[in-house]
């Protein structure tokens, strides 16, 4: 009996459709808990946005939840099969490359949980101000890496029975429905982050007129009086338009040194010290972009720029 028992173990071993279902379970594993890690960080970012970030663009959340919307259920497919395989033939479960496998992910589940309680405690150390998103960062990590340590330890150890695979597939998904359900709460739909990267485009194509313009200023000593005096087939700058409905940007001249600059955004951008969203005057400098104010309210907005004669010299080379 024992010999008959090796013998199986090896043919198990050397099977490639058990080398593969296991690599393929363990890859989607991994592949998943990244995508969620990702999603749940950009969606705490959101929620409680840094002090140090100045960016004026949404991060995307759309490869993360559709990595986790393919991805999940091939792995709860997979994972199935290897329940099958493990009912009709008991000995599946201790070849060697599931074993590897296994104690791989232990390996990596410890690891993650061990650092993340080493950068919670070295901020708390360094007297660092620990704040609520940097709080649930270090937990949704902890109980991610804590749930998968915990499976995989006893099914190595105890061989996990079909009600404790059951209520770990029904955890997970209940988990993973909720990092997406929470993701699509905070960024809103897929609607929603149309209208958002739209108005990203508008800002950029708002920061790249108004470089034109200082372009220009250079050349002429004076503002346009239209944006479409800044349209020039020899040198091939031509004036960007609204990304949705191709209608031309809003400007005014107001004298040969101040201008605005229109757009009419889908939704609100960002604020700025915590105040309402509004258009306020700035003095546009040179390499400066994070001293430029960009928030924006819903609907039209303008920008009032200044420019300084003597930051932008004359520049002779360059002629409209």
């Known amino acids: 009996m024992d010999t008959q028992n090796i013998e199986q173990a090896t043919k198990a071993k050397t099977s490639p459709k058990d080398f ?41 959340i759309a490869f993360p939840i559709a990595a986790l919307m393919i991805a999940f259920p091939i792995f709860l497919l997979l994972s199935w099969a290897l329940f099958l395989a493990d009912k009709k033939e008991s000995l599946k479960h201790d070849i060697p490359v599931r074993k590897w496998l296994g104690y791989l992910t232990l390996f990596v589940a410890g690891i993650t949980i061990a650092i993340d309680l080493i950068v919670l405690l070295t901020a708390f150390l360094n007297g660092e101000e620990i704040t609520i998103g940097f709080t649930l960062k270090v937990i949704s990590v902890l109980l991610i890496a804590g749930f998968i340590f915990g499976y995989y330890l006893t099914d190595l150890m105890y061989k ?44 950029s194509d708002l920061q790249t007129i108004q470089y034109q313009i200082l372009s220009y200023w250079q050349a002429k000593k004076t503002a346009p009086a239209t944006l479409n005096d800044l349209n020039n087939e020899i040198t091939g700058t031509v004036v960007p338009r609204d990304p949705n409905t191709d209608l031309p940007y809003g400007y005014e001249k107001d004298s040969a040194t101040t201008f605005k600059l ?21 003095t546009a400098y040179p390499s400066a972009i994070s001293n ?29």
């Open 292 to 320: 430029e104010y960009w928030g924006h309210s819903i609907g039209l907005v303008c920008f009032d720029r200044t420019i300084d004669p003597s930051l932008y010299p004359a520049n002779k080379l360059i002629n409209y």
């Open 160 to 203: 996990n029975t079909k009600p404790i695979k059951r209520y770990f597939a029904i955890l997970s998904t209940l988990l993973v429905v909720l990092i997406i359900g929470f993701g699509f709460y905070v960024f809103g739909s897929p609607f929603t982050q149309k209208a958002r990267r739209f108005d990203s485009q508008r800002i």
């Open 20 to 60: 593969f279902i296991n690599l393929s379970v363990i890859f989607f594993l991994y592949f998943i808990v990244v995508n969620a890690v990702q999603l749940l960080f950009e969606t705490i970012d959101s929620v409680f946005p840094r002090t140090i970030q100045e960016s004026y663009f949404t991060p995307s």
């Open 262 to 282: 229109c757009a009419t955004f889908e939704r609100e951008g960002q604020k700025q010290n915590n105040t309402q969203v509004v258009s306020m005057p700035i």
